[in-house]
């Protein structure tokens, strides 16, 4: 008889993907997700695209007297140029990056809207530069020079390094807020 009761429960495993299922992201989600992802790879790739034609006859353009410059820039490594010469384990870090990204996305059960912006905007900024990373043998174009002390300066970035640091701002931001409550 026992057996019997067993048998007309759902097992652990079915119950485990009904809740994976229920905890996907409803299409608001969606909304904020997608959108940002292309418009921010598509603004990283312009603007690193746009710069660098416009500087290749200029070279260095000043933008704010001796704070910001726009410069031609190349890193072959990660932030502040961690991990430099090794573009192949760079990338493959980056694809680690994107599964875990969309895995967390999909299956994570946020409902709160500031981690889909801070998720859409953290792929945007490893697409853009893992893009860079493949179609320029490895090296990653950064154009952004700030000084940060007279004679210092912060290591060049780019759009999807912003991208990226704004992400994680926000991921820190959303620790601290109280988790929506679902209906």
């Given amino acids: 008889m026992k057996r019997e009761e067993n048998s007309t429960r759902p097992s652990s495993g079915r119950v485990f993907l009904k809740r994976r299922l229920l905890a996907l992201p409803d299409l608001s989600a969606h909304l904020v997700f997608w959108p940002l ?7 990283d790739l312009w603007s690193k695209r746009a710069v660098f034609d416009w500087l290749e006859h200029r070279g260095n353009v000043s933008i704010i007297d001796g704070f910001l410059r726009l410069v031609m820039a190349v890193n072959n490594g990660a932030a502040f140029g961690l991990f430099a010469g090794h573009p192949y384990w760079l990338i493959a870090v980056s694809v680690v990056a994107l599964i875990v990204i969309f895995a ?3 299956f994570g059960g946020a409902k ?3 981690v889909h912006v801070a998720l859409g905007l953290f792929t945007a900024g490893v697409c853009g ?6 179609s320029n043998d490895g090296l990653v174009r950064d154009f952004i020079d700030v000084t940060i002390w007279p004679g210092r300066h912060w290591p ?3 759009v ?5 640091c704004i992400a994680v ?6 620790c601290f807020q109280a988790p929506e409550r679902s209906l």
């Fill in 37 to 43: 992802v292309v418009i921010g790879i598509t603004l």
């Fill in 104 to 106: 967390v996305f999909l």
């Fill in 112 to 114: 709160q809207r500031l």
């Fill in 129 to 134: 530069n893992l893009y860079d990373r493949i």
């Fill in 156 to 158: 060049a970035f780019n």
């Fill in 160 to 164: 999807a390094d912003s991208m990226l």
């Fill in 169 to 174: 701002g926000l991921g820190v931001i959303s």
